[in-house]
């Protein structure tokens, strides 16, 4: 059983359902809008920070990229066109998301370089040993265990491959962390629930940012499962973080 505070917290509280069943239904009813939010709700910063992710791969030529919590394919085919692997999988557990990726990688001609499967972080389907990199865009606050789900990707991981983490952090300024929480409780909801129509969604998104064991609790995590040489670089003010470890 997990310990940490973010894995108690779910999108909707009233309803039935695990952490797990939770997230993959509240990202199936918002995958029409999700890409079109995203770069909205960043003002289009997030692809940057996709960016800064993916070059923290080394430049040699990876076999096989595993891509956690793939959604929509966003980085999967950014990391096709900055650094091509030779393969991408990509797993998550909404169906609905990777129906809309499925559809992006059929327009760029890449369905038989990128492959998106049905898969949860905490019982990843693949032998050991599998991939030589590994990545995860927003997606370990919603793990519904996080040690479990890192200690996965730490298992189908080669040795001497990396895993590279983009999550959400919360800044330190003092001038500007009041209005990234203003923004983040108060007008991203909001704009979620106009655009997607689910409120609580994006109420989720900030609840689930202020549990998440960010910073050096993160990174003694990170180790804990398994990980050496272990990082956090912050973006943008703080709002964004890049994790990465060797196994």
Not at 14 to 41: C, H, P, T, W
Not at 94 to 117: C, N
Not at 198 to 225: D, M, R
Request: net charge positive; glycine share 8%; charged share 20%.
């Amino acid at each position: 059983m997990s310990q940490y505070a973010h894995d108690k917290i779910i999108p909707y509280s009233k309803a039935d359902g695990s952490k797990k069943e939770q997230v993959a239904s509240m990202f199936n009813a918002i995958a029409k809008r999700y890409d079109f939010l995203n770069r909205f709700l960043s003002l289009g910063i997030d692809q940057g920070w996709r960016k800064k992710a993916i070059a923290q791969f080394e430049q040699k030529k990876m076999q096989h990229l595993l891509d956690i919590a793939t959604g929509t394919a966003d980085m999967a085919l950014m990391a096709h066109r900055l650094i091509e692997p030779t393969k991408i999988t990509g797993i998550d557990i909404s169906e609905g998301m990777m129906e809309y990726g499925r559809i992006k990688i059929k327009a760029k001609g890449l369905a038989d370089i990128i492959d998106l499967q049905l898969g949860d972080s905490t019982a990843i389907p693949f032998k050991d040993n599998s991939f030589d990199g590994a990545m995860v865009a927003f997606g370990v606050r919603n793990f519904a265990d996080l040690e479990k789900g890192l200690s996965e990707i730490y298992r189908v991981l080669t040795p001497g491959s990396k895993l590279v983490i983009l999550e959400f952090s919360q800044p330190t300024s003092f001038w500007f962390n009041p209005i990234y929480s203003l923004y983040m409780k108060w007008i991203t909801p909001t704009i979620g629930k106009i655009f997607s129509g689910n409120k609580a969604a994006y109420a989720y998104l900030n609840e689930s940012v202020i549990a998440f064991p960010e910073g050096q609790a993160f990174l003694t995590i990170f180790e804990k499962t398994g990980f050496t040489q272990v990082s956090q670089k912050k973006l943008s003010l703080g709002i964004c973080s890049i994790y990465q470890g060797s196994k």
